[in-house]
């Protein structure tokens, strides 16, 4: 099965930058549209970007856009979400997922990476 495996997150002051990646084990990456959720203590999972499969469609909660961007790398299999100006209403827990087909799984998540905005 499909592995995902994120990285990139820590701790950041108000107004700083991370940048998280979710490397995807699967094959034919570029196939598949990919985006990222996050759940904050004691709240939902919330939707916070996604890509289309090429990378020339992307779609942001409305929390994050113009802060946030969501890109992919497919050669090396791996999506990206670049985080600016971040407040600490983001520290949440960011998930990955990649959507197969359903008759391969459908959509895959990762084990999540933590991100923690605080002075």
């Known amino acids: 099965q499909v592995q995902l495996v994120e990285s990139g997150g820590g701790l950041v002051q108000p107004g700083g930058s991370l940048t998280l990646s979710c490397a995807a084990s699967?094959?034919?990456?570029?196939?598949?549209?990919m985006g990222w959720f996050r759940q904050a203590p004691g709240k939902e999972r919330e939707f916070v970007a996604a890509?289309?499969?090429?990378?020339?469609?992307?779609n942001y909660a409305d929390s994050v856009k113009g802060r946030f961007t969501i890109s992919r790398d497919n050669a090396e299999n791996t999506g990206f979400l670049q985080m600016n100006s971040l407040k600490p209403e983001d520290t949440a827990v960011y998930y990955c997922?990649?959507?197969?087909?359903?008759?391969?799984?459908?959509?895959?998540w990762g084990q999540g990476t933590q991100v923690t905005v605080s002075s």
């Open positions: 997922y990649v959507d197969l087909p359903i008759y391969s799984g459908g959509r895959h």
């Open positions: 890509i289309n499969w090429s990378g020339s469609i992307a």
């Open positions: 699967v094959r034919t990456f570029s196939s598949y549209a």
